[in-house]
């Protein structure tokens, strides 16, 4: 392929070329993306089963699991989510293997001259990003699309494609500036996923304000909804968990990806038949007990060595903290727990360090040296009195503190963003790797 001016020859190229589109730039809409995906023929993708995954925190690894799952059963899946933390390609996996650099050259640039095919249209990164994953998907010949939400739902650009069953896996606050100051206000946006002609919409457990206004879209759009707790139940059971919905029940082992994904995760399989006659349902609950037991997304609560254990998780909002203080609860160190966290300054910093102090003996503060990335003295200044902290100018730094303090039997987690775990990651000097 014979490169047009102005475009990248290497991945390193292209991820240096959207990076110069500020990758923190939202504009949230449909028209440009729908425009440049009319032009690159990706209407035939319009015709794939498709589930979509919004929410606050869990979508990513909900959306792995059912895509884990259609991979098991024998159906080529395209998986998209984002962020990712060391490796662009983590965003795009077709057929179980995250897409390859050149795969995802000939998608940016297959979104590239489509953009500038005639009156130019300009693209944010997210936009860039989805175009190019979606192409890919299309030249694999994936037979189902897993597509998780990147910001709210009603204009991300995602939703240029229609859910056949669109799941809504929680609703917090968070990106308040962007989707409104009350839980009605952001499960509006979310609830955008759901369009006349979905087979259902699946919920996991949402605060009221939140159900009731995703309780009317399905009204509205005349489709069925399935909620965690009303229509559905994921519960211990002889070692491992039971699943049951209307259909009846499934015995199924632990899952590595948190429990309230797990449970939107089995009612999307219980409703993958409606969408399409070829799936069966014994092939996809056998697959799903092979990938409840095999599957997760780097960073969530993710060991990454031992002597003393060392724990990445990306919880970056109040919500997300509340899930990880549950999981912390659950297990108890035989040493001390140590905290290393870096966040951003548009996060609710405050609060995130309210919910998790408790949980941690001492706290190692980094500066995050990225756009949004904030200075340590804010976390400092957000713990509380008599905690044991100190500052860092960068996480590399923090978690070598922490490493350097911590005995064998003692646990260190490092929280707080995406970049703060890319950032230990690369520090511990090894991938990051999908489970």
């Given at each position: ?18 990076s ?165 206000k952001?499960?509006h ?65 632990s ?30 609950w ?8 095999r ?17 990445f998780d ?52 980094a ?16 713990l ?52």
């Amino acid at each position: 392929m014979t490169l047009q001016p102005g475009e990248p020859s290497t991945l390193e190229g292209w991820t240096s070329f959207l990076s110069d589109l500020n990758p923190d730039r939202i504009e949230l809409g449909l028209g440009r993306v729908g425009e440049v995906f009319k032009r690159m023929g990706l209407d035939s993708l319009r015709a794939l089963p498709t589930v979509e995954f919004a929410g606050t925190n869990g979508k990513g690894s909900t959306a792995a699991l059912v895509a884990a799952t259609l991979e098991e059963a024998g159906v080529p899946c395209g998986l998209y989510t984002s962020p990712h933390l060391l490796r662009f390609n983590e965003r795009v996996v077709m057929r179980g293997n995250e897409a390859a650099d050149d795969e995802l050259c000939q998608g940016f640039s297959a979104v590239y001259r489509a953009s500038h095919e005639g009156a130019f249209v300009p693209l944010t990164y997210f936009e860039y990003t989805t175009l190019a994953a979606l192409w890919c998907f299309r030249e694999a010949g994936v037979k189902a699309l897993c597509l998780e939400i990147g910001l709210g739902g009603r204009l991300d650009a995602v939703n240029i494609v229609d859910a056949d069953i669109a799941a809504i896996v929680s609703i917090g606050f968070d990106h308040m500036a962007i989707l409104g100051n009350t839980l009605g206000k952001i499960a509006h946006e979310k609830a955008g996923i759901i369009k006349q002609g979905a087979v259902a919409a699946v919920t996991g457990v949402l605060p009221s304000e939140a159900f009731e206004v995703v309780k009317a879209r399905c009204a509205e759009c005349t489709v069925p909804l399935c909620s965690q707790g009303r229509d559905f139940g994921f519960e211990k059971h002889d070692g491992g968990y039971r699943f049951t919905d209307a259909s009846g029940s499934h015995d199924l082992p632990s899952p590595l990806a948190p429990v309230e994904c797990a449970a939107v995760a089995c009612e999307i399989i219980s409703r993958l038949p409606s969408i399409n006659k070829p799936f069966k349902a014994s092939d996809l609950w056998k697959a799903a007990s092979s990938a409840l037991a095999r599957t997760s997304l780097p960073g969530r609560m993710q060991k990454a060595r031992s002597k003393p254990d060392v724990y990445f998780d990306v919880a970056h909002n109040v919500p997300a903290a509340q899930h990880l203080k549950a999981a912390l609860s659950a297990r108890r160190p035989q040493g001390r727990r140590i905290a290393v966290c870096g966040m951003l300054r548009d996060k609710d910093v405050e609060g995130v360090l309210s919910v998790l102090a408790p949980c941690f003996s001492s706290f190692h503060c980094a500066s995050l040296h990225c756009g949004r990335g904030e200075v340590s003295s804010r976390l400092m200044r957000a713990l509380p009195e008599g905690m044991a902290r100190a500052e860092y100018e960068s996480v590399a730094q923090a978690l070598s503190s922490a490493l350097s303090e911590a005995g064998p039997s003692d646990e260190i987690v490092v929280f707080g963003s995406f970049v703060t775990v890319a950032e230990a990651a690369r520090a511990l000097g090894g991938p990051v790797n999908r489970g």
